[in-house]
Antibody, heavy 119, light 111 residues
Framework: EVQLVESGGGLVQPGGSLRLSCAAS????????MNWVRQAPGKGLEWVSY????????YYADSVKGRFTISRDNAKNSLYLQMNSLRAEDTAVYYC????????????WGQGTLVTVSS | NFMLTQPHSVSESPGKTVTISCTGS????????VQWYQQRPGSAPTTVIY?????PSGVPDRFSGSIDSSSNSASLTISGLKTEDEADYYC??????????FGGGTKLTVL
């Protein structure tokens, strides 16, 4: 069974940093591209970042470029999102999502981890 | 920037058919695949339609997707509405820089 479990969320002050993790199981993690998608409270879905299966190709949304860094460790079946210079508008539930092989959609999502940026 | 626009909300009665639209801001929506996700309150999204009109296994055939190039829109149609279909629905595609783009979401009420 495919499972994606996010962790690392919490309360952080503006300007602070946080590192999210996504533990993958039930599939060959190293063969799949991955995304981070977030959802502010009461708002819609917003794509954050993409990483290829090898980690060699990375994309970011303009709203996080230069502040967030996506990475992965295929040996540990884990995906990460390092978030620096956090702002109030980064407050959201962050989901990791697996990209369906050869396509452009997410076929599995984690349950999300809440990041709250507030003083 | 490429954007996808959805109606904020739609409502319909059980047993009826409802269609949710997703309009592209520029270019041809038919150029890149469109997906549809269902999100119930407090839960992560799940896919109901991918690659314009494909249903993942386990999604009932009451759900269908289509593209209308003349209006530059994608549509999600749900027939034989059930109360369990009440949820938020998001369309998603991608732009020329491989950035994913989500529509703003549509709240479906089945009353």
């Amino acid at each position: 069974e495919v499972q994606l479990v996010e962790s690392g969320g919490g309360l952080v002050q503006p300007g602070g940093s946080l590192r999210l993790s996504c533990a993958a199981s039930g599939f060959t993690f190293s063969s799949y591209e991955m995304n981070w998608v977030r959802q502010a409270p009461g708002k819609g879905l917003e794509w954050v970042s993409y990483i290829s299966s090898s980690g060699s190709t990375i994309y970011y949304a303009d709203s996080v470029k230069g502040r967030f860094t996506i990475s992965r460790d295929n040996a540990k079946n884990s995906l990460y999102l390092q978030m620096n210079s956090l702002r109030a508008e980064d407050t959201a539930v962050y989901y990791c999502a697996r990209v369906y092989s050869g396509s452009y959609y997410a076929d599995y999502w984690g349950q999300g981890t809440l990041v709250t940026v507030s003083s | 920037n490429f954007m996808l626009t959805q109606p904020h909300s739609v409502s319909e009665s059980p047993g009826k058919t409802v269609t949710i639209s997703c309009t592209g801001s520029s270019g041809s929506i038919a150029s890149n695949y469109v997906q549809w996700y269902q999100q119930r309150p407090g839960s992560a999204p799940t896919t109901v339609i991918y690659e314009d009109n494909q249903r993942p296994s386990g999604v009932p055939d009451r759900f269908s997707g289509s593209i209308d190039s003349s209006s530059n829109s994608a549509s999600l149609t749900i027939s034989g509405l059930k109360t369990e279909d009440e949820a938020d629905y998001y369309c998603q595609s991608y732009d020329s820089s491989n950035s994913w783009v989500f529509g703003g979401g549509t709240k479906l009420t089945v009353l």
